[in-house]
Structures are given as C-alpha cells and as structure tokens.
C-alpha cells in the first residue's frame, strides 16, 4: 500500500473512532435528557402568553410592566451567560445543570402563586423575584447544554445544535399550547404546577446519567480568535440579526393575547393556538434548515437577508398595516406565519454564516480551531437572549404609544432595515476580501 493510501486509511479509521466514541450510549441518553429538559424550559418561557397579560392587567401591572415581567428571565441569560460559561470549567458541568433545572422548576413553580399576594407592588415585585430566579437557572442550564454539545458531539456541532434549535422551537409551539390549555382546565396555578414539577423530576435522570468529571480547559481560551471574531463588522452584523429575529419571535408576547381577545373574542386555549403559529416554523426549520444548509454547502447570507424581509412584511401584514386592509383573523395569522419563518430562518442561518466567517478569520493554531464552536455557541445565547429580552420589552412600550397595527408595522421596518444592513455589510466584506486576496 502506498503513503497516500495509508495515509486514508487511517484518516478513515480515526473518523470511525471518533463517531464511536460520541455516539456511545452514555453520550446519546446525556444529549436527550438535556433536549427534553431544554424543550420544557423553553416553554415555560412561551407559555404565559395566552393567560398572564389578563392575570397581570387585573393585579394592577400595565402592559408596559408586563413586557419588563417577561424580559427579566432573558436578561439574566444575556448578562450571566458569558460569564458563567467563562467560569464552567471552575465548578464544572452536572453541577450547572442540575443546579441550572433546580432552580427553573422551584422558581417556575412558585409563580404560580402569586395570584395570591396583594395587586399592585408586591404583587409585581414577586412576579420580578421569581422571574428573576428562572433566568438565572436558564443561564445556567442553556450555557452548560450548548458546553455539552460541544464536549460531546464536537464533530457533528452544527447537526446537534439544530436539534438543540429545534427542541427551542418545539418548547416555543407547545408552550402557548400547553399555557392556554392547563389554564382552561385548571386555574391559574395549575400550568405552573405541571410544568415546575416536571423540570424537578427530571433532575434525577441528570443525576444517574450527566458523568461529574468537568469539561476539558485545554482549549479554555483563545483570546485571538475571540478579538477577532468581535472586531469583525460582518460577525457584529450577523449578531445584531440574531438580536431582531429573536425581538421578533417575542415582540408580541404582551399584547397579541389582549387584541385577539379584544378584535376577535377568543378564548385562552384559541389564544394559545393562534400564538403558536411563529413558533412551528422555528420547531421545523431548526430541524431541517441548519443539517440541509450545511450539508449542501448553500451559502446561507443571500437567504438570511431574504428572510429578514420577509419577517418585516409578515409584520405589516399582522397588524394589519392601516393602508393595506381591515383587520381579519386570518390576515393576522397569515401575518404571524411569515413572521415567524423569517425570523426563525434568520436565527438558524446566522449560526451557519457565524461559522464562515470565523473560518475565514482563523489560522491554523489548533487553540483557535477548538474554541471557534464554543465561542460561537456563547455568542449565539447571549444574542438570543437578548433578543428575548428587547422584544417582550420592546412591544408593551410601543403598545403603550402606538394602537396594535402600527406597533406590529414599526418592528417590520426594523427587520426590513436589518436586511438592507446585512446585505450592504455583505457587499462591502465581498470586496474586500476580494481585494485582499488579489
């Protein structure tokens, strides 16, 4: 046998260990507590929509404290999670997770006793504590699961974490649905009840399964590639949109329950259903888009600017804008729809592009190399969350100014400006790296 030869067969034994080794059991059974624990987490982030904006509106919260209500627990996760991922190696991995779920499920399950306190100041002041409580338990359960996928799966990063998206969107569907539903059957505790209770059992399968030993720190820091990664205009533009898409998955969040039951008498359960209906496309795409993009090799930029587009008419056409009809349920929803495939293909997209352009910025230090999906993975929850954080916020403000249709038509020029942004960013780092390479 030649040195080519040999050379191949040995490359192809290695790959052949290397899938063994991240696919063994232990591995498989680790990835899929956390996917079911991730789903459940994301929901109850999703769920309060179709019933707590009434809740609140009769303890004495205004729209406006009702979008800060949600933003709290995003913008524990946009503050906390670098930290905490910077510091994981320190007190290791099963300890934030399973400190990480015990902490969303106490927290979540006492919300659903806060009816019971005074309206007005205590009343808003619990719901703020305990808010506060579930993001700090979601910064660390999201940090230490992305750490996971990357310890775990680091040659398969991008398929898991569009499983991991997909489990986000799934959490997201099911969330108004499960919301709407419990609340129906039950009262106002009982969806806290059912989605806290499940989030503490499931601490004991992390227990059994999760090994102690802490995540390996050979490759901790890169400092290089971290500077330039965010001293790059192109990866700051990809990060803005990851920021706006996700705004515009929860911008909503506090004021479509109150028009729906406004404009179109529904109840909780119908509410539910008709929320949910951004969130299926960000469950679908995060299980095919990011796996077909990245194993066709289509460039995802042209698409992301596409989809920012077509986020921002979806937009205008939910409200609807005042020079285009009158409002109609299924125009809402057929606005809500495109809404929620633009900004969910924008998110998927950019994790894809985000991985382009570190590649382009790195050498061959093996350092550089290892850190890019972690550094990445930090990136994509800290923007994520922030997103999650400005739109709840974002759309109670501009309710407070603005009547419905011109609240949803604003945020649409916003993502239609995005997409003009990323596109002419686009231009200008084409030509220069063309320039360069000449």
């Known amino acids: ?30 990835f899929a507590t956390c996917w079911l624990l991730y789903t459940i987490a994301t929901s109850s982030l999703s769920m309060l929509g179709p019933f707590f904006p009434a809740e609140a509106a009769a303890h004495g919260a205004s729209s406006g404290v009702v979008g800060a209500i949600f933003s709290i627990s995003p913008l524990c996760v946009t503050v906390l999670s670098p ?22 499920g106490a927290s979540f399950l006492l919300f659903g006793f806060v009816t019971q306190a005074p309206p007005g100041a205590v009343f808003i002041s619990l719901c703020f504590f305990l808010q506060f409580g579930q993001g700090l338990g979601s910064a660390m359960f999201t940090t230490s699961t992305y750490a996971l996928v990357g310890i775990l799966f680091n040659r398969h990063f ?6 991991v998206e997909f489990a986000g969107g799934l959490g997201c569907t099911l969330g108004p649905l499960i919301g709407g539903s419990l609340y129906h059957l039950g009262n106002f505790k009982f969806p806290f009840l059912v989605i806290g209770g499940a989030l503490l059992i499931l601490i004991v399968p992390l227990l059994l399964i999760i090994e102690s030993a802490r995540p ?9 590639i971290a500077w330039k990664l965010l001293t790059s205009p192109m990866y700051l533009t990809l990060i803005l949109c990851d ?6 998955l929860f911008v909503f969040v506090p004021i479509l329950s109150p028009y729906l039951l406004q404009k179109f008498v529904l109840d909780p359960s119908e509410i539910g259903v008709v929320s949910s209906v951004d969130s299926m496309f960000y469950m679908l795409l995060g299980l095919f888009a990011v796996p077909l993009f990245e194993k066709c090799g289509i460039p995802p930029r042209p698409f992301i600017t596409i989809s920012l587009v077509i986020a921002g008419a979806g937009y205008v056409l939910m409200g609807p804008a005042a020079f285009l009809t009158t409002p109609q349920l299924w125009i809402t929803v057929l606005g809500l729809g495109g809404a929620g495939f633009g900004c969910a293909l ?15 910025l790195i050498t061959s230090d093996e350092n550089e190399i290892m850190a890019i999906p972690g550094l990445i993975a930090g990136t994509v929850a800290c923007a994520l969350s922030c997103g999650e954080l400005v739109g709840p916020l974002l759309g109670g403000v501009l309710r407070e100014k603005l009547d419905f ?13 995005q997409g003009i942004l990323l596109f002419l960013v686009s231009t200008i780092h084409t030509c220069c790296r063309r320039t360069t390479h000449r």
């Open 1 to 30: 046998m030649d040195e080519k030869g040999y050379l191949l067969k040995n490359i192809q034994q290695e790959n052949r260990d290397h899938h063994n080794e991240e696919f063994k059991p232990r591995n498989v059974l680790a």
């Open 83 to 104: 930290i905490l991922g910077y510091h994981l190696h320190h007190f290791g991995l099963k300890f934030a997770l399973v400190a990480g779920t015990l902490l969303m």
């Open 158 to 163: 991008g398929v898991f974490m569009g499983f």
């Open 216 to 224: 390996d720190n050979k490759h901790q820091h890169a400092p290089n």
């Open 243 to 248: 920021v706006i898409a996700m705004a515009g």
């Open 346 to 360: 924008t998110i998927l997209l950019t994790y894809l592009e985000m991985m382009s352009v570190a590649r382009e």
């Open 405 to 417: 249709a011109e609240t949803t038509t604003t945020f649409g020029g916003v993502l239609v400006a």
